[in-house]
């Protein structure tokens, strides 16, 4: 495939939707026959970009060669998957395709519980919020001793449902840190913890650490998603520079006195 060629993704490195496309091209190889163009969010979207999507500001954003847009990750996961069919990585037999998009349906009320849980600035709500998260953790328990008993995937491998899923147990370390939240050492949950732990460990989904997570979402922790800047801050917590490394790790307890700009090493 030549540059000419080459789909470009424009995406944000940290976002788990743009880590679940990265997951899939490591696992058939095809890391390098996809650009990925950096969007800073802690900036207003370019002129250009905004062109091309319609006024859309979700990202990840593929961007074929001739320069046609698909959106939505679950839907660039399927169209990557059909560009580049050889190694498959989603189910081919029909019984087994509708087993693992039973299980990708399940995603959407997860992620969406998991950040309303780190976003939550009523400690009054920590428990029921707790809770919530602990019900769809059982939730995929059940679906997983029913499909996949014994295993440790949902099939014979790390599929597609593990490259939704994996970004999403990865960032949910923030809830570990700023929640406290662990998953509990009882039966109701042993199968999905096996796979979680499964994911999180595969060669395939290495891109993040859970030290950039946590230092990067801190801001999420306080309140304020997608590079908003809370009160008194001038640098988001998402800024690119000075680079996550070199920061401190930032206060775990979300609900005392905010961290400043300086605190959190955000000020060059």
Known sequence: MTQAERMTIHHIPVCPFSQRVEILLELKGRRRDVAFNVIDITRPRPDWLL???????ALPVLETADGRIVKESLVILRYVEDIFPDPPVAQREPYRRAVENMLVAMESPFVTAGYQFVMNQDPGRREALRDAMLALYAKLDDFLVEHAPDGTWLFEEFGLAEAVYAPMFMRFWFLDYYEGFELPDEPRFARVRRWRDACLAH?????????EIVKLYYDYAR???????????TVSSFA????????PMPPADKYGPGADDRALGLLA
């Open 240 to 247: 690119f520079e000075p680079h996550w490394s070199t920061r």
């Open 51 to 57: 062109q091309r999507t319609r006024g859309s500001t």
């Open 223 to 233: 309140g304020a998603g997608n590079g908003a800047l809370l009160p008194g801050r």
């Open 203 to 211: 060669p395939a989904a290495r891109q993040v650490s859970r030290e």
